[in-house]
């Protein structure tokens, strides 16, 4: 388990403590002006997969995070899932590319493998843990229309669509 800094101890006290409001409107600002990426991370046997909870959400999601400037989808898929969980993962392929409804930006969506189970999350994770996909948690309606379409087709599916939040 990882030992969180005074600063990161501090910013998810504040968080938990009406704090996620602005942590939720930092977030909903940043995804308004770049686009993201997320992975849906499957364990080495795959019969799991890998959601994680933010400290202002409710329902789990897929790991990931914004593109920075001048980075690649896949640059960012590594950065963001090193950062949010510090874990090493394998990109099999590219599922999709979501449009963020009322934006021009997009959420690429791939999946990927690890062989860490051993995860140690960043302060801004409530948690991060493994699922059998028949016995799947609360999740925000844009993981589930994610995981319908990894589990209808397991393979890239071509287009763009929209996602709902």
Same mark, same amino acid.
Do not use: C, M, Q
């Given at each position: 388990m990882r030992v969180w800094t005074?600063?990161?101890?501090?910013?998810?006290?504040?968080? *938990?403590?009406?704090?996620?409001?602005?942590?939720?409107?930092?977030?909903?600002?940043?995804?308004?002006?770049?686009?993201?990426?997320?992975?849906?991370?499957?364990?080495?046997?795959?019969? *799991?997969?890998?959601?994680? *909870?933010?400290? +202002?959400? +409710?329902?789990?999601?897929?790991?990931?995070?914004?593109?920075?400037k001048g980075e690649d989808e896949l640059t960012a898929l590594h950065r963001e899932i090193e950062e949010e969980l510090g874990i090493t993962m394998v990109p099999l392929y590219k599922l999709g590319k979501y449009k963020y409804q009322g934006t021009q930006n997009y959420v690429h969506i791939f999946v990927a493998q690890t062989k860490d189970e051993n995860i140690t999350m960043q302060w801004e994770l409530d948690a991060a843990e493994w699922f059998e996909v028949q016995s799947l948690p609360k999740l925000k309606n844009s993981t589930k229309e994610c995981l319908r379409d990894y589990i209808a087709h397991n393979e890239p599916v071509s287009g763009v669509w929209g996602l709902d939040d």
């Open positions: 005074l600063k990161e101890r501090l910013l998810r006290f504040l968080a *938990k403590r009406g704090g996620a409001y602005l942590v939720r409107l930092f977030w909903k600002i940043t995804r308004l002006k770049k686009s993201r990426v997320r992975a849906i991370i499957i364990n080495r046997d795959k019969t *799991k997969i890998l959601l994680v *909870k933010n400290i +202002s959400y +409710s329902k789990f999601h897929l790991p990931g995070g914004g593109i920075e």
